[in-house]
């Protein structure tokens, strides 16, 4: 019987921890595993082929009953059928191990052909081999700009030098993705494994040469981290890592650099300025960091998910990765649902299916059964893809068309409640936080928008803003050093593309639809719908409402505080907020 407990950072903030030692402590060999992605249904227990969501200490107690045959009451904690139905239309390969083997035993990763393909590439095939069945996969890099990864690795290998650098991209810092953080916690030696492979590939078979490989990974990811050591370690002791790996010549090795959390650092030359103890900020291109990368030598940047598909690609061929997805985007994207999803958290779907398709067939639609309204795609550096624009199809080619960018996978669904002009504020104040103040066009530009989005929200939106919103995007996009100062005026131009209206109801109706902007709002009390209960008189902190019991209740607008109380708590629907 195997048993396992979900324990990736999502499964320990719901309780995963307090549940696993519950059933080591009565004897059971539980396993620890990684995040399946279904991370609304935490803490999750497989037993067999049995699976129990939102396991509560009272539930494991009663799954330890089912355990040892007893008469138990674990049925009511059985995973829905629709649940599992919307984890079986996803086709998994980056997440194919992750919540099914434990990621701190590298026995579990080889019994599912872990390292064949790393010891295939170094015992069976050359470097040029290697790059062309990378080629013939199509696959393009998941951090977003969807290149090609074969060719990427074949600019790197072309390149002289004493010592060449691997570097991973694992500074998710998109809000609302954690895509990398669950492979790394659920599944670290694939990651592992397909940055051998990629160090093979652009290494020198003409004259020996040092390789390093680095894994660049965000410090608020502690357990990554400590998993991605645990299972370096593992690696070293197996030799496959290290001096002549696999018995081979190849030596290869990988440390782990924490970085500090700058958005920029996503950007490879602000990641290698990073690396070197420097600000990270991003550097002019050419000489890309193929030519002249990591301490000026030829390095190789890819992200967690690209390395990830690697070993997968080697084991069954190049040909079987692009017989998925469209002819403009190969194999399977790994997305993270967050927002007004109903079931939040990682799917896994061949290119070219819809957005419908995982927001509605995966993400089970919207929360409260509200209307979908927009869907911001690829981080805040993105745009936001209204509800008209659902059936989508997911490529880079499409999605690029909508005004929104792939980005590194993050969905972050909206419903009516979202106010767009808000949303666009929100993610151009994270930008203009995180930008590095290199050049002109993001440092200043940016924050000229970002005041403008304010001055709209407060009601103070004046004629010609929007004109002005444009025209400074537009320049922003030109002017920018790097992708975050060129992307970051998406969120605003996409709004501004589809959302026009509510910029004008800001602007010119002091009206905010969603009712989301507080110094738009009015609250009044409708005298058809009030019975005088004084509830909302009690509970107001700011003392607006008067009214006698039995009678009309009256809001003073000058004493609210739009804290939204009295809407909150009227049981009858008699406060009308507009």
Request: hydrophobic residues 40%; proline residues 4%; neutral net charge.
């Given at each position: 019987?195997?048993?396992?407990?979900?324990?990736?950072?999502c499964?320990?903030?719901?309780?995963?921890?307090?549940?696993?030692?519950?059933?080591?402590?009565?004897?059971?060999?539980?396993?620890?595993?990684?995040?399946?992605?279904?991370?609304?249904?935490?803490?999750?227990?497989?037993?067999?082929?049995?699976?129990?969501?939102?396991?509560?200490?009272?539930?494991?107690?009663?799954?330890?009953?089912?355990?040892?045959?007893?008469?138990?009451?674990?049925?009511?904690?059985?995973?829905?059928?629709?649940?599992?139905?919307?984890?079986?239309?996803?086709h998994r390969?980056?997440?194919?191990?992750?919540?099914?083997?434990?990621?701190?035993?590298?026995?579990?990763?080889i019994?599912?052909?872990?390292?064949?393909a790393?010891?295939?590439?170094?015992?069976?095939?050359?470097?040029?081999?290697?790059?062309?069945?990378?080629?013939?996969?199509?696959?393009?890099?998941?951090?977003?700009?969807g290149?090609?990864?074969?060719?990427?690795?074949?600019?790197?290998?072309?390149?002289?030098?004493?010592k060449?650098?691997?570097?991973?991209?694992?500074?998710?810092?998109?809000?609302?993705?954690?895509?990398?953080?669950?492979?790394?916690?659920?599944?670290?030696h694939?990651l592992?494994?397909?940055m051998?492979?990629?160090?093979?590939?652009?290494?020198?078979?003409?004259?020996?040469?040092?390789?390093?490989?680095?894994v660049?990974?965000?410090?608020?990811?502690?357990?990554?981290?400590?998993?991605l050591?645990?299972?370096?370690?593992?690696?070293?002791?197996?030799?496959?890592?290290?001096?002549?790996?696999?018995?081979?010549?190849?030596?290869f090795?990988?440390?782990?650099?924490?970085?500090?959390?700058a958005?920029?650092?996503?950007?490879?030359?602000?990641?290698?300025?990073s690396?070197?103890?420097?600000?990270?900020?991003?550097?002019?291109?050419?000489?890309?960091?193929?030519?002249?990368?990591?301490?000026?030598?030829?390095?190789?940047?890819?992200?967690?998910?690209?390395?990830?598909?690697?070993?997968?690609i080697?084991?069954?061929?190049?040909?079987?990765?692009?017989?998925?997805?469209?002819?403009?985007?190969?194999?399977?994207?790994?997305?993270?649902?967050?927002?007004?999803?109903?079931?939040?958290?990682?799917?896994?779907?061949?290119?070219?299916?819809?957005?419908?398709?995982?927001?509605?067939?995966?993400?089970g639609?919207?929360?409260?059964?509200r209307?979908?309204?927009?869907?911001?795609?690829?981080?805040?550096?993105?745009?936001?893809?209204?509800?008209?624009?659902?059936?989508?199809?997911?490529?880079?080619?499409?999605?690029?068309?909508?005004?929104?960018?792939?980005?590194?996978?993050?969905?972050?669904?909206m419903?009516?409640?979202?106010?767009?002009?808000?949303?666009?504020?929100?993610f151009?104040?994270?930008?203009?936080?995180?930008?590095?103040?290199?050049?002109?066009?993001?440092?200043?530009?940016?924050?000229?928008?970002?005041?403008i989005?304010?001055?709209?929200?407060?009601?103070?939106g004046?004629?010609?803003?929007?004109?002005?919103?444009?025209?400074?995007?537009?320049?922003?996009?030109?002017?920018?050093?790097c992708?975050?100062?060129?992307?970051?005026?998406?969120?605003?131009?996409?709004?501004?593309?589809?959302?026009?209206?509510?910029?004008?109801?800001?602007?010119?109706n002091?009206?905010?639809?969603?009712?989301?902007?507080?110094?738009?709002?009015?609250y009044?009390?409708?005298?058809?719908?009030?019975?005088?209960?004084?509830?909302?008189?009690?509970?107001?902190?700011?003392?607006?409402?008067?009214?006698?019991?039995?009678?009309?209740?009256?809001?003073?607008?000058?004493?609210?505080?739009?804290?939204?109380?009295?809407?909150e708590?009227?049981?009858?629907?008699?406060?009308?907020?507009?």
């Amino acid at each position: 019987m195997r048993i396992t407990v979900g324990k990736g950072s999502c499964g320990i903030a719901a309780g995963a921890a307090e549940i696993f030692n519950i059933l080591k402590d009565a004897g059971v060999p539980a396993v620890v595993t990684g995040c399946i992605g279904m991370c609304y249904l935490e803490p999750i227990v497989n037993v067999d082929d049995r699976t129990f969501v939102r396991v509560t200490p009272d539930a494991a107690r009663e799954i330890l009953k089912f355990i040892r045959g007893e008469e138990n009451g674990a049925e009511q904690y059985a995973i829905p059928q629709e649940d599992l139905d919307n984890l079986s239309v996803q086709h998994r390969i980056a997440l194919a191990n992750c919540g099914i083997i434990d990621p701190e035993n590298i026995a579990e990763y080889i019994a599912r052909e872990g390292y064949a393909a790393a010891k295939k590439c170094i015992a069976a095939m050359s470097p040029e081999d290697v790059i062309a069945e990378m080629k013939a996969s199509g696959l393009g890099g998941r951090g977003g700009a969807g290149f090609s990864t074969g060719l990427k690795w074949s600019f790197a290998r072309a390149e002289k030098g004493d010592k060449k650098y691997l570097i991973c991209n694992a500074d998710e810092g998109d809000p609302g993705a954690f895509m990398d953080r669950a492979v790394i916690e659920g599944d670290p030696h694939n990651l592992i494994e397909g940055m051998i492979i990629g160090a093979y590939a652009i290494g020198s078979d003409e004259v020996p040469i040092a390789m390093e490989g680095i894994v660049y990974v965000r410090a608020e990811y502690p357990l990554a981290i400590i998993r991605l050591e645990q299972a370096l370690g593992q690696a070293r002791e197996r030799g496959m890592l290290g001096k002549n790996i696999f018995g081979s010549d190849f030596s290869f090795d990988i440390r782990i650099k924490a970085g500090a959390g700058a958005f920029v650092c996503g950007e490879e030359t602000a990641l290698i300025a990073s690396l070197e103890g420097e600000r990270g900020m991003p550097r002019l291109k050419p000489p890309f960091p193929a030519q002249k990368g990591y301490w000026k030598k030829p390095s190789n940047i890819n992200n967690v998910e690209t390395y990830a598909n690697v070993p997968w690609i080697l084991r069954n061929g190049g040909a079987a990765f692009a017989a998925m997805g469209t002819e403009n985007s190969k194999g399977t994207k790994v997305f993270a649902l967050t927002g007004k999803v109903a079931k939040g958290g990682l799917a896994e779907v061949p290119m070219g299916k819809t957005l419908r398709d995982v927001i509605y067939g995966v993400g089970g639609g919207i929360k409260n059964g509200r209307e979908f309204k927009a869907v911001q795609m690829g981080g805040p550096s993105g745009g936001c893809i209204p509800a008209e624009l659902i059936d989508t199809q997911i490529d880079y080619r499409t999605l690029a068309a909508t005004g929104a960018i792939m980005g590194s996978g993050g969905m972050v669904v909206m419903d009516e409640t979202t106010c767009m002009v808000d949303m666009a504020r929100f993610f151009l104040d994270f930008t203009c936080k995180e930008s590095c103040g290199k050049c002109i066009h993001c440092r200043i530009g940016n924050r000229r928008m970002l005041e403008i989005l304010e001055r709209i929200c407060a009601g103070d939106g004046r004629e010609g803003d929007i004109e002005l919103l444009s025209d400074l995007a537009e320049q922003i996009k030109a002017g920018s050093l790097c992708q975050l100062g060129m992307t970051a005026p998406n969120p605003v131009l996409t709004t501004l593309r589809y959302f026009r209206n509510e910029y004008e109801d800001h602007i010119h109706n002091k009206k905010c639809t969603a009712h989301q902007c507080k110094p738009l709002l009015t609250y009044a009390i409708d005298p058809e719908k009030c019975t005088g209960c004084t509830l909302c008189a009690r509970k107001c902190p700011g003392k607006a409402i008067a009214g006698e019991v039995k009678k009309v209740h009256v809001i003073d607008m000058d004493k609210c505080t739009k804290c939204g109380k009295c809407s909150e708590v009227c049981r009858f629907g008699a406060v009308v907020v507009d």
